[in-house]
């Protein structure tokens, strides 16, 4: 269904033999706001809509997940992380990039921003018929004193990666303490213990990887442990001692002081809403801007992606804001769809989500058992030991898998996978079920690829879906009725 | 839901304190057979149903599709293959299972089978209450004179594998020709060329691996080739020479003769139904035994599973007979289930399977191009090249990615895969979408496992739906409302 473009704003120009063109303002040049870009730069040319972002930094459309690899060797130059440069979308596609650009205000009603240019330290303003809002997210800091001194950082950018490499490399720091033990936390814990630092990780949790349920995260832990790391959980941090040269030198916590000469944040980030408040852009309750399936504001004509949005948990039913690229992309592709007059939905997420840790391959996707129970689910569990290859096959490999069901219906509403090589991806499958809202009994029916090299011949998912249908049975009847696992 | 187990027949014999006891016989000691005798029996003890099954040859519940890999040495002992042996079934779980025993006659009315002792060559009759007929597949062999010769082997059971070891062990060929290009005649070339054997496979078809589209299957066909194999395709067998002891030194084909002092038939299997179609068991019009979703029989209390039952292709809405040893093990567990009181189906498949030739993994579900025009669709492709990890990230290598859509509605019909490590069991998220009637616009926004040691930020196979999602427009309209690729 097409619904024409017209007139959002005020500054539609005549352009070249008198045809209407209209601008397109993106606020951000990362995975949202370029995705959204180049999505609506496919669908109307130049001479149809002009098309101009500013982004803050020195890069654009950078792979942030990719940092950890690069603090670590694993991935050479940090321009390997760099998927699209600015003057790739000033030549290719007609799209205006200014870097070092920062906009500093939205002014909703005159449909203008306010630019300042980091380098000329100049400010205009910039007219716009549609806006995108693609601020992304700032990483969350202790509400501490010297939480920003020499040798603490924040991993959300790409300059921040660059930055802790170089401070690596050239100030040789010995002793490095990860602050929070989440996704980023370990992979950063890993990358710097296999450059030869002593790493000490503090998570204020009973456990690390608190995205996963307790029994499974301590898997986790025993892997990061089995690094040499060493690992301080149910551990809060209280201050940062600093040297003369204002340089950290200790992280104290209330279970012991630990020396550092290098602290990474990985406490996760918090959406950077800071514009969109200020401009009377209405904020959901998770914190994040709040939009529609379209990715549409409150306000006509503006849009937003990315970390700065939130967006609907199909499992949990409720609003979440989860930072992750793989949404930023599809979240900023329906924008370049919607503000070009086409259609097309982002339906929300289900919590998907994967890491390798050493190598331990450490999957989740749907609801956890904290957030079944928060999201109000009665749930029943099953845990299962299987390998990722049939048992004789060489490389066949241990993988844990462990499943939720709503209790009655056996309806599937999470599943935690941890494993080696071939462990991580198989939830895939289970977000799929879970997305189409599956029954672990259906599931354990499903046609799924078996052959040696890669499956038992009950691939491990359908073991688990088993398990969890026997023992989602609400009465002894049901259980007999039901197919034993 | 209980239905109570009920006299189905007349043997049903006091026993014990008086408790009545059912009769259930197995015929077939394979995957289906020993899947159903252990489902029944983990629902009733051994004093409400006694449980009894016949197998011809000298395993229980072996792994077929493991031969090539115990033929190439990959896997060292055929016991490695064996999942259970007979003796567990019998100590661990009541179940008595005769070896060497085939049953050679089913009398429904009666309700009794005749069997033969092949140790004894004695046979006796033994009654049945319920009744599982699981009598697998036998090789297809071309209807050619001297196709049972020396040296010619047909690869379907343990014995045939161990037998044919042995003989490349004891009698040392050195020209081995594999008649037809499918999963096990490729799998089989693969195994006899690391022992170093020269191996030629000959394929009537126009292409090796003809369960794929011939643009997927010809990449097959280059790695089987890169493997230093000779292919010859379009190429008929008319004859088998042998020498003066009968053992087999030529294939002759229409386009030329092949020296062989060892040929393996890789023509696929034929259901085995003729116990069943002797007793009056009604046949399916793809030649294998028909059922219900249930497995039951046409005649009541009489059960079928396996290799040698037909079932509901989800996407043709067709019967076929697919032999897979994943089939086998989820029809069985439905007999356990429904031949003691309890409901299970086994809903049907969609076509998937997975195999790994030289270091490529192959992958399919859903309907090829030829199989969709049988079918009845009206379809678009997509094809895409992308990588199995994040572009930078070590080991990241290509995927080849075919989707499969329905004109118009975009509704996902088939998929297939071609890729190194990480590429074949992205298949079942694509089955499950299938499974589950997703369009490729769904799919393309499902919330999949990112980070950048398993997958860019946008998956290869959601990158294809995106793409065949655009392919299924109808109208230019259309084409311009739908999201771009």
């Known amino acids: 269904m097409m619904t024409p473009t017209t007139g959002w704003g005020t500054t539609t ?27 609506a730069r496919r669908r109307k040319t130049v001479d149809e809509l002009e098309i101009v972002a500013f982004e ?37 596609q007609d799209i205006d990039v200014h870097m070092r650009h920062e906009v500093v205000s939205i002014d909703l009603d005159r449909r203008r921003v306010t630019v300042r240019d980091l380098e000329a330290n100049a400010e205009r303003d910039e007219p716009f018929d549609q806006l995108v809002i693609a601020t992304g997210a700032v990483p969350r800091r202790p509400a501490l004193e010297r939480s920003d001194a020499a040798g603490i950082f924040g991993i959300q950018t790409v ?21 929070g033990g989440g996704y980023i936390g370990l992979e950063m814990a890993e990358a710097m213990k296999r450059r030869g630092l002593a790493v000490t990780i503090v998570d204020s949790g009973p456990q690390v990887m608190s995205t ?14 089995g690094l040499g790391c060493e690992v301080h959980t149910g551990t809060r941090v209280q201050a940062f001692e600093t040297d003369s040269d204002s340089h950290v030198k200790a992280v104290v916590s209330d279970q012991g002081t630990y020396a550092a000469d290098l602290v990474v944040l990985g406490l996760g980030v918090l959406p950077d809403v800071a514009l969109a408040q200020a401009a009377g852009i209405t904020i959901g309750i998770t914190g994040a801007i709040a939009t529609d399936r379209r990715m549409a504001t409150n306000v006509a004509g503006v849009w937003s992606a990315g970390d700065c949005v939130e967006t609907y948990h199909r499992v949990a039913r409720r609003p979440v804001n989860i930072a992750l690229g793989t949404h930023a992309n599809k979240q900023g592709r329906a924008i370049g769809v919607n503000a070009t007059g086409g259609h097309l939905t982002f339906p929300g997420v289900i919590g998907t989500a994967v890491t ?21 689910f009665e749930y029943v569990t099953a845990t299962i030991e299987s390998t990722t290859r049939a048992s004789y096959y060489p490389g066949a490999s241990p993988i844990t898998v462990k499943v939720l069901a709503e209790r009655g219906t056996g309806r599937l509403i999470g599943a935690q996978i941890i494993g080696r090589e071939g462990a991580a991806k198989r939830v895939d499958v289970m977000a799929a079920a879970i ?16 052959a040696p090299p890669f499956s038992p011949v009950w691939d ?19 259980a007999r009725a039901r197919s034993l696992p």
Chains 1, 2 share one sequence.
């Not at 005549?14 to 180049?38: C, F, P, Q, T």
């Open 435 to 450: 997305w189409n809202e599956m029954t672990a009994e259906e599931f354990a029916s499903l046609d799924l690829g078996y």
């Open 460 to 478: 491990p998912t359908l073991i688990a879906a088993r398990r969890v249908d026997a023992a989602a049975a609400v009465s002894a009847d049901d």
């Open 212 to 225: 996963l349920d307790p029994d499974m995260g301590a898997m986790v832990g025993d892997a990061i442990r």
């Open 13 to 39: 120009t005549l352009y070249g033999e008198g045809v209407a063109r209209e601008r397109l303002v993106v606020i951000g040049g990362d995975a949202a706001g370029m995705s959204a870009a180049s999505g």
């Open 159 to 179: 300059t921040d990666g660059a930055a802790l490499r170089d401070y690596i490399v050239e100030q040789k720091p010995k002793n490095a303490v990860v602050v």
């Open 356 to 376: 390798k840790i050493c190598e331990l391959e450490v999957a989740r996707t749907g609801l956890t058992e904290r957030e079944a129970t928060a999201a109000g």
């Open 56 to 92: 803050r930094g020195n890069y654009t459309s950078y792979a942030a997940c990719g940092l950890p690899y690069f603090v670590a060797d694993v991935v050479d130059a940090i321009d390997d992380l760099i998927a699209r440069h600015p003057d790739e979308f000033r030549d290719n």
